[in-house]
């Protein structure tokens, strides 16, 4: 259990642009609550032992107040508009920053699993029942354990309509890089204009199927997937060594004729992997219809590119072609990996991606566009459920996730703590930096034992 010690209301050092901000088509699609992220930084490891926690937080508020400068809309408040639309008030209300100690070691937090009691204690703790104009775009709290010298965990809270999880990082970074008393080059700081990335303004002359935005499969002789969604779930992480990774890439690569011209990467081997695996677990009918729904990162699949330091969500959401669960265990991994790849090249197009914002523009309301992120007890028949048969699959594998240096030296642990309660699988790298990757695993628990025997046979 952690207790809140000290609660900081920080705002930009500097006079910052108020009124509204342009919001685009992909900053509403997602879901409208927070992304949170744990960074856990152990004692043994730190660059100065001697840091006081407390002048680390004065620190962390100094830099923030500094940082918030440049990213001033994360100090602004959302609020609801025609047909479940989001729009942003640049108000300067300010982010929160919270100092925390916690009753428990280190150790016995375990290895942090996603979506834990423990692990969400590491977090700030946001009322979504209040009005949705009174809720912080952007909180952290700074938590040190009991009994273990300095080390600490930092959680941080980033509102999903002002950033995607590359902008989060980069954010993150650039913040711990101010902390620490570096400065931000010009290339760091943010570009803030979201107008380069909305839908046209007049409607497109070709449209395209986008079955990214369709119902998604279900279990075979159902209606719904409400019975799916009651299914209990937990989280589960497994670390693939540089051998293992290499060694799905080989078994995706071997007598496949596209991947001789470019071999398919660890993502799309590990993602295939992945799928076959739940397909395997799951013991459906060959004949069940399943798919895979992923996003890309867009920046630089549009005409002209986004600038690389773009702000905001510039993610393109896909799916793969409806397979069937027998092709997917039979076939080589080579045929899922197909699958994978052709899902996120459909969104690697400039008018695939635009006319995806136009369609999403279009819509009178967002409840089917908006991805949904249901708690466990919350159950709705019309969301698009990518759990049973279906499964989502995330990489972070190119994000720079253990940069975020504060002066304590760099991350030991790093993970999302709040991840669908559905079945999802993310691969990211480690913290060691040696070729291994972690995959964060949420799927469903009667199927769970059978999903790990068959993914460690590799």
């Known amino acids: 259990m952690a207790s809140i010690i000290a609660s900081y209301v920080v705002t930009p050092k500097e006079e910052t642009p108020k009124g509204l901000f342009c919001l685009s088509e992909s900053d509403q699609m997602w879901r409208w609550s927070h992304s949170t992220t744990l960074y856990v930084y152990n004692d043994n490891n730190n660059v100065n032992v001697n840091v006081n926690v407390n002048e680390l937080v004065q620190r962390m508020r100094d830099s923030l107040s500094q940082i918030l400068v440049h990213y001033y809309p994360l100090c602004g408040r959302l609020s609801w508009t025609q047909g479940g639309r989001l729009k942003m008030d640049c108000n300067a209300k300010g982010a929160i920053l919270l100092q925390a100690e916690s009753k428990k070691t280190m150790a016995e937090y375990g290895d942090f699993s996603p979506n834990d009691d423990a692990t969400k204690d590491l977090i700030p703790k946001i009322d979504y029942s209040q009005p949705i104009e009174d809720i912080p775009l952007l ?3 700074v938590t040190k354990f009991h009994g273990d010298g300095n080390a600490i965990a930092i959680g941080t809270a980033i509102s999903h309509p002002m950033s995607d999880g590359v902008s989060s990082i980069h954010f993150i970074n650039s913040w711990a890089k101010l902390t620490r008393g570096d400065a931000l080059g010009p290339h760091e700081l943010p570009f803030l204009d979201r107008m380069v990335f909305t839908a046209s303004s007049l409607p497109a002359l070709r449209r395209f ?4 935005f369709k ?7 159902r209606t719904d997937n409400i019975e799916e969604q009651k299914k209990k779930t937990r989280a589960a992480m497994f670390k693939l060594a540089a051998e293992q990774v290499q060694k799905l890439k080989q078994k995706a690569n071997i007598d496949d ?8 990467s660890r993502f799309e081997a590990i993602g295939a992997h992945i799928w076959r695996c739940a397909c395997m677990a799951r013991e459906h009918d060959k004949n069940q219809p399943t798919l895979v729904k992923t996003v890309v990162d867009v920046r630089n699949k549009v005409n002209p590119p986004l600038p690389k330091n773009y702000f905001g969500n510039a993610l393109g959401s896909t799916v793969t072609s409806t397979c069937c669960v027998g092709d997917i265990i039979s076939e080589p991994l080579s045929y899922g990996a197909k699958r994978i790849r052709e899902a996120v090249e459909r969104v690697s197009n400039d008018e695939y991606i635009r006319s995806q914002l136009d369609f999403v523009a279009q819509q009178e309301g967002m409840d089917k566009i ?3 992120f249901l708690e466990k007890g919350e159950y709705r028949a019309n969301v698009s459920f990518y759990g049973n048969p279906n499964i989502m699959l995330g990489s972070w594998t190119r994000m720079p996730i253990y940069e975020a240096d504060f002066g304590w030296g760099k991350p030991d642990y790093f993970s999302p703590t709040a991840v669908s309660p559905f079945d999802i699988g993310i691969v990211a790298p480690s913290p060691e930096g040696d070729g291994s990757v972690v995959v964060l695993l949420c799927f469903q628990i009667q199927h769970m034992q059978s999903f790990i025997k068959h993914f460690w046979d590799i």
């Open 257 to 264: 004729s596209e991947s001789k011209e470019r071999p398919y």
């Open 139 to 141: 909180l952290a709290q």
């Open 209 to 212: 199927d986008h079955p990214e």
């Open 370 to 372: 908006r991805t949904q």
């Open 215 to 221: 119902p998604p499969p279900l279990v075979l002789g």
